[in-house]
């Protein structure tokens, strides 16, 4: 299909038509629609086949607004963007297409010659999409859930599995495929943590023993499970009483990630020339080999504080600390060793040693990998139900990714306790959740300890204990720390940073006076450095989209280089004129004590305006009617007036964000060659992480039982909720973005870098 990006950022001069969507509010509940997905614009390439053919067009809505492949709807186009009385046509059939574009040319045809400075820059056509009246949706009830309900209620006990599966083809729409993986899964009441990327899935999962062969044969009737190697691996079964006193998971988590397991490789290998598989019998038997110069090499592939606790006999672990690691220590110990040697690998589940099998032969040229099918799990299950009269050759605890955390396997004590240095095989995390390292501690010094890795731990952890409440939302109980343990954190890291100048204390205090209900939205003093720091670290330019009240104007401002260029853009009349208030005030004062006192004078000056500074930096505040329009404005206009932004600094509308990323990401007359982006709020109070848990009620339980207390408390957290996805699935989707580089600061309210990569 001939179209282009749904959110690109054209130029002038490029064959593009513009197409302005808005869609009903009846779809904008039904399909749960993000900001971005009940109005944007989009663009059609000239001449494509989305400009004559109604399908191609339907289809091009569909990579912009990617929820509509959900349902049935209507599409109309008018002469302008859904003013009361508009007369509209309905989009059928090619000829509408047709059409619409058609009537698009002229009235941009007709408006270029009006003279008007706001005619548009490109022909652009209206669509409106409606809910079809006529559309009857079926109700989805496959055969397999014919009594399910009942069977998942009574099963007595909840079997640990665990699987990967590397299509072919890959998985075209990783989300699509999430959200249909949930919409299944939720029936069997199956909680775990699962991860879904393009090269494919990967899952660590508690399922009710008493469903688990129809779970696992509607996982075999999806193709993108289908090709699993090893079908599902079984661990032990728990009984419900033990189940239900500590769950290995807590809910079902379906996460889109790039990779399903990070691997650090700079391009993808052959998942499917990774060596053979040998059963656990043939291992068994395989590892009492091992030895001598010509005998097979056995290689542990999992991470030190895995190996620390648990291993095969006669095998020799990486040294890892994480699974990027590998590569290098393949390097270290394979070095002169004959490429026809044999080489066995082994990991918890098996799906490390398939890329570690296929980087063998593909990178390293060994032509002898054998890796353990199902893993140590597989073996250990093999031991338990076949190995009549065998000794596990596995001794100690195998390391699980769960609430288990270790499975002991045999007596043997592997691993030093990292207090006491004594011998033990217990694994666990660190109760204090700021830190939470893996780490092998008997359990003596676990209990002196509170569950902490040291004294300082134990000290924040049972501070914590007392600044603990707890409440019931949804049928769970949800322990919350007291948010003044963060603001602790944040307190140290303010206290031995540099200090701000006394003007920033009044910007803060003006806020609070003239716009009481955002002073929350005021940078703070360590973030207001960081951004003066790394204004001062480029090349002089710097665009601020979202000025507020001028605090990061003046940080930028006093950090920049001497001679450079700070424009803020920023919608909001009255903010826009107490940023401006600001800005002179630093001109005329400093930034220090006389800066204060002026800025501490009644407002005024106008909305916005320029000033050239004592340093010879030019600041500029631009008062806009939409700052994502004037961005790609000043992209057209000033692409051979302007050498780009070294920095851009977005703190604007949360629902556009991505497109202001991608007009910033695809102009480098907005962001120069090596410049970077900042987007703040990315951790949006820290509701994102709830939102990438799924904490709001997925997964089925609770439904139903509320008390009119706790649905007051979700109406009110409605819009928290929403952003907080909306931030999340930002943060996922520029993670993903294969052309940008990207870091996330914990700072305040979150930070992320951006930059090309």
């Not at 944007?40 to 390439?45: L, T, W, Y």
């Not at 963007?81 to 059939?93: I, L, S, Y």
């Not at 110990?333 to 296929?358: F, Q, S």
């Not at 288990?404 to 959740?433: D, F, M, P, S, W």
């Amino acid at each position: 299909m001939s179209t282009a990006a749904a959110d690109s950022a054209p130029t002038p001069g490029d064959d593009l038509y513009a197409v302005k969507v808005s869609v009903c509010p009846e779809l904008r509940e039904s399909l749960h629609l993000n900001g971005r997905e009940k109005r944007g614009r989009m663009f059609v390439e000239r001449d494509s086949k989305a400009m004559g053919d109604v399908q191609e067009f339907r289809q091009t809505l569909h990579d912009f607004f990617r929820a509509l492949r959900k349902g049935e709807y209507l599409i109309e186009f008018g002469r302008g963007e859904g003013e009361e009385g508009e007369m509209r046509e309905r989009v059928d059939g090619d000829e509408d297409v047709v059409r619409m574009f058609r009537e698009a040319e002229e009235r941009f045809e007709d408006a270029q010659g009006s003279g008007d400075e706001e005619a548009p820059k490109r022909p652009t056509a209206y669509v409106h999409i409606l809910e079809n009246p006529d559309f009857v949706k079926e109700e989805w009830k496959p055969e397999w859930m014919e009594g399910l309900k009942e069977k998942v209620e009574e099963s007595q006990g909840w079997s640990m599995i665990s699987f990967y599966s590397f299509p072919k083809k890959g998985i075209s729409d990783p989300e699509t495929f999430g959200e249909n993986l949930r919409r299944v899964w939720k029936h069997f009441g199956a909680l775990g943590r699962v991860y879904v990327a393009f090269e494919g899935v990967n899952a660590q999962m508690s399922v009710p023993t008493s469903v688990l062969p129809i779970f696992t044969d509607v996982c075999m009737e999806m193709e993108e499970l289908a090709c699993m190697e090893n079908g599902i691996n079984v661990d032990e079964v728990i009984s419900r009483e033990e189940f239900e006193k500590d769950r290995p998971f807590k809910n079902l988590h379906v996460r889109v990630r790039a990779q399903v397991l990070a691997d650090g490789l700079d391009k993808g290998l052959d998942w499917e020339n990774a060596g053979w598989d040998m059963t656990a019998e043939e291992w068994h038997n395989k590892v009492q080999e091992v030895g001598g110069e010509d005998g097979p090499i056995l290689l542990d592939c999992r991470n030190d504080y895995e190996t620390g606790v648990g291993k095969f006999v006669n095998a020799e672990p990486l040294g890892t600390e994480t699974f990027k690691d590998t590569w290098g220590k393949l390097k270290e110990r394979l070095e002169g060793v004959p490429k026809d040697r044999e080489v066995m690998t082994y990991c918890t589940g098996g799906i490390r040693c398939v890329k570690v099998g296929a980087w063998l032969k593909q990178e390293m040229g060994f032509s002898n990998v054998g890796r353990l099918k199902g893993g140590v799990i597989g073996y250990d299950r093999m031991i338990r139900e076949r190995g009549e009269g065998k000794e596990s050759l596995f001794q100690g605890t195998n390391y699980v990714f769960d609430g288990r955390v270790g499975r002991q396997i045999t007596e043997h004590k592997l691993g030093k306790c990292i207090t006491c240095g004594g011998e033990t095989n217990l694994l666990a995390n660190c109760n204090n959740k700021a830190c939470h390292k893996k780490m092998v501690q008997c359990s003596t010094c676990r209990k002196e300890l509170d569950g902490c890795c040291g004294e300082g731990c134990k000290n924040v952890f049972v501070g914590r204990l007392g600044r603990t409440t707890s409440r019931t939302v949804l049928g769970k109980e949800r322990v919350e720390f007291d948010p003044q343990v963060f603001d602790d954190v944040q307190g140290y890291c303010e206290e031995y940073s540099s200090g701000v100048g006394e003007i920033y204390g009044a910007i803060q205090r003006n806020t609070e006076k003239h716009l009481p209900t955002g002073a929350h939205m005021v940078s703070s003093g360590i973030q207001g450095r960081l951004l003066r720091t790394m204004a001062g670290m480029g090349g002089g330019r710097v665009l601020e989209v979202g000025t507020f009240t001028g605090y990061a104007t003046c940080c930028f401002a006093e950090g920049v280089k001497r001679g450079g260029t700070v424009i803020s853009l920023e919608r909001d009349p009255k903010a826009c004129q107490i940023a401006w208030h600001h800005v002179l005030a630093a001109n005329e004062g400093g930034w220090g004590e006389g800066g204060r006192k002026i800025a501490e004078r009644e407002l005024e000056g106008g909305v916005g305006g320029t000033v050239e500074m004592g340093s010879g930096t030019t600041v500029e505040v631009r008062k806009v009617d939409d700052a994502l329009v004037h961005l790609e404005d000043m992209a057209a206009r000033e692409k051979e007036e302007a050498e780009g932004f070294d920095l851009v600094f977005i703190d604007a509308d949360k629902g556009r964000l991505l497109e202001y990323v991608d007009v910033c990401i695809r102009n480098q007359n907005i962001l120069a060659e090596g410049g970077v982006i900042l987007v703040d709020n990315v951790l949006w109070k820290g509701a994102v992480v709830d939102a990438d848990e799924n904490m709001w009620g997925e997964g089925g339980e609770g439904d139903g039982g509320e008390e009119k207390e706790e649905k007051r408390l979700i109406k009110l957290n409605r819009r928290r909720r929403k952003l907080a996805r909306i931030m999340h699935e930002f943060n996922g989707a520029v993670c993903r973005d294969e052309r940008l580089e990207v870091t996330m600061l914990p700072l305040r309210d979150g930070l992320t870098i951006i930059r090309r990569r």
